[in-house]
């Protein structure tokens, strides 16, 4: 990442990309009843909106420059934090729903932090860093309902906010 738009663009499409994709596993549950785990991925639909907005509004004074999909360097085809496509499917168990999420937010987090990790820009560092801290937020969260889950334990229905 060598320019603070750079990071900032790429920041919006992983932000923007993870809302979408959350918002259809979020459907999939619904649609077969699996209402814990749905409100879970709406959550971090809503949190990957807030987290879009926030990038868009500190990009608010910058020329971010316009790229196409293919003009974004993430380690896959898609961005990181985009949760597996076949987790839209509704017959999918809350377990493998759940694991499906936590590959999407380590992904996110694995990339902000390799951002922050190999920058040299205080800038990007610094934003960097407030992302790195945000993603390590939503996978703990993730970590501790799949530890409740695997324990037998009923999932809340009221998420800690991260």
Not at 22 to 31: N, T
Not at 36 to 61: I, N, P, W
Not at 98 to 106: F, Q
């Amino acid at each position: 990442m060598e320019t603070v738009e750079q990071f900032l663009a790429h920041s919006i499409r992983l932000e923007q990309e993870a809302a979408l994709r959350f918002g259809q596993l979020a459907d999939a549950m619904d649609s077969c009843g699996n209402k814990e785990v749905s409100k879970l991925f709406r959550q971090l639909a809503d949190y990957s909106r807030m987290h879009q907005a926030d990038a868009q509004a500190r990009a608010g004074f910058r020329d971010i420059p316009e790229m196409e999909s293919g003009d974004f360097k993430w380690p896959g085809i898609e961005s990181p934090e985009t949760a597996a496509i076949w987790g839209t499917d509704p017959f999918i168990g809350r377990d493998l729903a759940l694991e499906i999420a936590l590959e999407a937010e380590t992904g996110a987090y694995d990339w902000y932090k390799n951002v922050l990790d190999t920058t040299d820009n205080p800038e990007i560092k610094a934003l960097a860093q407030e992302f790195v801290a945000e993603e390590s937020g939503h996978v703990a969260e993730l970590h501790r309902w799949i530890a409740l889950h695997k324990a037998g334990k009923p999932l809340p229905m009221e998420i800690v906010p991260f």
